[in-house]
C-alpha cells in the first residue's frame, strides 16, 4: 500500500492541503473520481473535487436532511461502500448531468482529535464493472488509518487557518481604531452637535468648538478635517497653552535665521507647514494677547509673518479652534479680543458634557471596552449591570476622557473577565448607591440631572419624580416653563407635582 508524501502533513494552508490528500487518497485506490464535503449547519458542503466533473462538483450544497452518502457518513461516524444504482443513500440529482457517472463510492469520515466528525472524505469508481477499488477489509482498516492522520492535519490547518482569519481581523481593527476618529453617542443632544459638525465639515468657514474639558473637542476637529474637502491636506494640531508664549509665536508663524538668539536657521511655521490643510488650535482661550493679533491677520487676510522676516508671507489654511473657557467672559475682561471671537466663531458648536447624555454613556463603556482591550494585546472584558448603574449615575467631571482613562485602569486590575461594582473606585461606588437609593436626587451647587440613577435601578414614581424635578431645576422652577417642555399642559404638570409632593426648598 502506497503512503503519501509526509510533507503533506506540514501544509498549513487548508486549500493546499485538500488537494493533496484527496489525489493522495485517488493514486493509493487508483481511481480518478473524489471529493472532501464539511458539514456547515444544516448543510454539507463538497470544498474540495478531484477527476472527470470536478467543476461541477466542487461547492455543491446539500441540505442535512436529504438522504445521501457523506451525511449519512457523517452522522454515523463510520466508513461505508455504496453501490451507486441500488444504494438509497446516493443523491443520484447531483451527477444528472455528467456523461460518466459514479459506480461505487468508498466514503471514509472525518475526525478531529477528540472523535468528533466535521466531515467526510469520497473515493469514486466509475468503471461500469466497478473494478478499480480495493475493499479488502485488512486494507480499509489501514487506509481508514491514513485518512484519520490526514484528516486531524487538515482540521488542524483549517484551525490554523481560522486562527490567522481573526489575528488578521484583530490587527485591522486595531490599525483602525489608531488611525480613525471614532465617536461614539445617541443621546439627543449629541446627535445635535454632530450633525453641525457634519455640516461644517463641508464649508470652508472657521469652526469654534467649546465644552468642558474631557468632552472630545480634537475628536471632532479631526472629525471635520476627515469629512472636509481638505481631507487629504494637512491637519496640524497645537495646545496653545502647552508651551510658553515666546514659543508659542514662533511655533506657529516661524521665524527667520538670526531673529533671536538660537535661531540658527529658516523655520516654517504651523500655519505655513499647513498650507492648504487645516490647523486645530486647543486650548484657543490661553492664547496671549499678542499672538491672537497674528491670528486675526491670518483669518482677515490669509497673511503671516515669520518672526524676523520684513514681509508678509500668504497662506490658506482652515481654523478650528477650541477652548473649555467662558470667552464671552473673558472678552468683558478684556482677556481675548472680541474681533478674534467674532472671526473664529463663524461656525459655533458646544458639546455636552457627558452627565447630560447618560444614555451614551452604556455605548461608551462597550466601545472602550473593545478599544483599549484591543490596543493593550488584552482579553477582552465585560461590565456586570451593577457596575454599569454606578457609571451612569456618577457625575464625570472629567467627561469622557475621564470613562476612558477609568476603563484603562479597571481592564489592568479588574481580576476576571467581568468587572463588576466592588472594582469601581470608591468615589463612583458612593455616588451610585445614593441614586440607586432613591435619596436627594440633587446635590448642593448641582442640577438633579448630575447624579440621576440609571433607569432601571428606579421606580416609577421615583423615575417620575426625578425627571420633574430635573425639569423644574433646568427652568429656574417657572412651572409654565417645566410643563412645556414636559409636553404637558400646566394644570396637569402641577398636579403631578402635588400627588409626588414636589416642593422647592427654601434656603435657610
Not at 464535503?37 to 446539500?62: F, M, P, T
Amino acid at each position: 500500500m502506497q503512503t503519501p508524501d509526509f510533507a503533506l502533513f506540514k501544509e498549513l494552508d487548508p486549500r493546499a492541503l485538500q488537494k493533496k490528500f484527496l489525489h493522495s487518497l485517488l493514486e493509493i485506490q487508483n481511481v480518478r473520481r473524489g471529493s472532501i464535503w464539511i458539514r456547515q449547519k444544516d448543510h454539507y458542503v463538497c470544498v474540495e473535487a478531484a477527476g472527470d466533473e470536478s467543476e461541477n462538483i466542487r461547492g455543491v450544497v446539500l441540505d442535512r436532511r436529504h438522504p445521501s452518502i457523506v451525511g449519512w457518513v457523517i452522522e454515523n461516524q463510520q466508513m461505508t461502500v455504496a453501490q451507486t444504482q441500488s444504494d438509497r443513500r446516493h443523491f443520484k440529482e447531483v451527477e444528472s448531468s455528467f456523461a460518466v457517472k459514479s459506480s461505487q463510492i468508498l466514503c471514509f469520515p472525518l475526525f478531529l482529535r477528540e472523535k468528533k466528525v466535521y466531515g467526510a472524505v469520497q473515493i469514486i469508481d466509475t468503471t461500469p464493472g466497478k473494478t478499480r477499488l480495493n475493499l479488502d477489509k485488512g486494507y480499509l482498516d489501514h487506509l481508514q488509518n491514513l485518512v484519520d492522520i490526514c484528516s486531524i492535519a487538515l482540521s488542524n490547518a483549517i484551525l490554523f487557518s481560522t486562527e490567522k482569519k481573526k489575528s488578521l481581523h484583530l490587527k485591522t481593527a486595531l490599525s483602525r481604531i489608531r488611525q480613525d476618529p471614532f465617536i461614539v453617542g445617541q443621546s439627543r443632544t449629541f446627535k445635535q452637535s454632530m450633525d453641525l459638525v457634519k455640516s461644517y465639515a463641508a464649508t470652508e468657514f472657521h469652526v469654534l468648538i467649546t465644552g468642558e474639558s474631557g468632552t472630545g473637542k480634537e475628536l471632532v476637529a479631526e472629525q471635520i478635517h476627515k469629512l472636509s474637502p481638505r481631507k487629504k491636506m494637512p491637519f496640524l494640531v497645537q495646545n496653545c497653552s502647552a508651551i510658553p508664549e515666546t514659543l508659542l509665536e514662533s511655533e506657529l508663524f516661524g521665524y527667520k535665521k538670526g531673529a533671536f538668539t538660537g535661531a540658527a536657521t529658516d523655520r516654517a511655521g504651523l500655519f505655513e507647514a499647513a498650507d492648504k490643510g487645516i490647523v486645530f488650535l486647543d486650548e484657543i482661550g490661553d492664547m496671549p494677547m499678542n499672538v491672537q493679533a497674528g491670528l486675526l491677520r491670518v483669518l482677515q487676510k490669509n497673511e503671516i509673518k515669520p518672526l524676523g522676516e520684513t514681509r508678509v508671507r500668504y497662506i490658506d489654511v482652515r481654523i478650528v479652534a477650541a477652548t473649555n473657557k467662558d470667552i464671552k467672559q473673558m472678552i468683558a475682561e478684556n482677556r481675548f479680543r472680541q474681533d478674534l471671537y467674532y472671526r473664529l466663531s463663524v461656525l459655533p458648536v458646544e458639546l455636552p458634557p457627558l452627565r447630560s447624555r447618560r444614555e451614551d454613556i452604556p455605548l461608551l463603556v462597550r466601545h472602550f471596552l473593545e478599544k483599549e482591550s484591543v490596543k493593550a494585546d488584552m482579553p477582552g472584558k465585560k461590565m456586570a449591570p451593577g457596575a454599569m448603574q454606578h457609571l451612569v449615575a456618577y457625575a464625570w467631571p472629567g467627561n469622557v476622557r475621564e470613562l476612558e482613562n477609568l476603563i484603562r485602569y479597571l481592564l489592568v486590575t479588574a481580576p476576571d473577565d467581568t468587572i463588576e461594582a466592588v472594582h469601581l473606585p470608591a468615589h463612583i461606588r458612593e455616588t451610585g448607591a445614593m441614586a440607586a437609593e432613591g435619596q436627594n436626587i440633587s446635590s448642593p451647587g448641582a442640577g438633579s440631572s448630575d447624579v440621576l440613577a440609571d433607569l432601571s435601578a428606579m421606580t416609577w414614581p421615583g423615575l417620575e419624580k426625578a425627571y420633574v424635578t430635573a425639569l423644574l431645576e433646568k427652568h429656574n422652577w417657572n412651572v409654565t416653563w417645566a410643563a412645556k417642555a414636559s409636553g404637558i399642559n400646566r394644570s396637569t404638570f402641577a398636579s403631578r407635582m402635588r400627588k409626588l409632593n414636589i416642593q422647592r426648598r427654601r434656603l435657610a
